[in-house]
């Protein structure tokens, strides 16, 4: 296990790249924490391929380094990192049995048949495999065949890291949050280091003990999953995570108070802000309610998520959306808004205002 550094770290695929657009990923400097579960989260393009190569050794950055506990390894070929790799289609050897999969890698590196048995062993049980040891692998579903591929990272003691890149994506939709939340109870035993690739918001926040999401190669916010619910650094982040996602209002500051088109606005942090006309309010549809007084709206549509409504209001062009608790009133026509304080905020140019 080890602590992972990114220390400055721009990557351009193009030879000579001048401005930031020519950079798949702009200037990161992340710390992974030895023993934390990570997911590396944003929309397509955005990056995480890039990052996650450069942390296995596959891609050499354009600038800054990799360290792994105190150690520059940014040169360092792939075979010498000791990391396991789980990808999105399994990648197992048919012809051999479940046992001699789980066994390759140590058998590989010299291990001691009998420290081999103990080791297949106790990872066999813990993904659930010990059953269809004899099996051949080729008999196995693809969410056994993934659980093979993690396993061959788990079963190895000299891993630095498991990284896991969009490790669901050919597992059945039934099977999926099983598999789900295997890993997080894997994570739980054995404490290796772990970071979790997708684009998908429901993995990351199951998974995860700390987000880190990127958006056009920039790392946006690196936090816990309330974190990143109740405080975004970023417009793009409470946007992305949340389901519906965070309500973005234009508006301005005058005298550290928040105006949406001349009504007042409680905030947090409108108070640290100069004058500008040109900011947004950021408020999740959670934190937001009908009330007898406030931001005058209509009510334009009412959809039924399970245990509570997503209601979708109007002033002009702009949507304001809430949630409403089964059984709660919804009113027809005209309404009014109001938003919980200490979870209204305002941003500048997309990031949070502090
Ligand atoms: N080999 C390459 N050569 C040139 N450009 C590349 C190469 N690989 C990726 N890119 C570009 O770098 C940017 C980041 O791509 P990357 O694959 O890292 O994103 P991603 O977040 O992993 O996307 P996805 O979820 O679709 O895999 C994109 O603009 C992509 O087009």
């Known amino acids: 296990m080890a602590k992972i550094t990114l220390k400055e770290l721009r990557h351009s695929y193009m030879p000579d790249p001048k401005v930031d657009a020519d950079y798949a990923l702009q200037q990161l400097d992340v710390d992974w924490d030895d023993g934390g579960a990570y997911a590396l989260l944003g929309p397509s393009g955005c990056g995480k391929t890039t990052l996650l190569n ?3 050794g596959l891609l050499t950055p354009s600038h ?3 360290i792994f506990d ?5 040169k360092l070929p792939p075979d010498q990192r000791h990391i396991a790799q789980v990808f999105q289609f399994p990648v197992v050897y048919d012809t051999m049995t479940v046992y001699d999969n789980l066994a390759f890698p140590l058998r590989n590196r010299g291990v001691a048949e009998a420290e081999v ?6 990872i066999a049980e813990m993904i659930d495999l010990k059953d269809t040891l004899q099996n051949r692998a080729s008999g196995l579903t693809a969410d056994g065949k993934q659980k093979i591929s993690l396993g061959r990272g788990l079963v190895r003691t000299d891993v630095n890291v498991i990284m896991f890149d969009e490790p669901l994506t050919v597992i059945d939709p039934h099977l999926k949050w099983q598999l789900r939340s295997k890993l997080k109870e894997l994570h739980q035993r054995v404490r290796t280091t772990m970071i979790y690739v997708t684009h998908d918001q ?4 199951t998974f995860a003990d700390k987000v880190v999401v990127m958006k056009d190669g920039q790392v946006v916010q690196i936090g816990t999953p309330v974190e990143l619910f109740e405080r975004p650094q970023h417009t793009f982040v409470g946007h992305f995570i ?6 973005v209002i234009p508006c301005e500051v005058r005298g550290g108070r928040a105006f949406y088109q001349d009504a007042e606005i409680p905030t947090w942090n409108a108070g640290s802000c100069g004058d500008a006309w040109d900011l947004e309010l950021g408020v999740r549809p ?3 309610s009908f009330s007898d007084s406030g931001i005058q709206v209509d009510v334009a549509k009412v959809s039924d998520a399970g245990r509570f409504r997503i209601v979708d209001t109007r002033r002009g062009d702009q949507s304001i959306k809430l949630l409403v608790p089964e059984g709660g009133y919804i009113p027809e026509g005209n309404a009014y808004l109001q938003f919980a304080q200490d979870h209204t905020q305002v941003y500048r140019g997309g990031w949070l205002v502090n």
């Open 54 to 56: 450069i942390i296995s």
């Open 286 to 288: 959670e934190f937001t």
């Open 242 to 247: 949340g389901s519906p996602g965070m309500n």
């Open 70 to 74: 105190g150690q520059d390894v940014t």
């Open 202 to 205: 429901t993995e990351a926040l």
């Open 117 to 122: 048995e103990r080791r297949v062993r106790d």
């Open 64 to 66: 800054g380094q990799v």
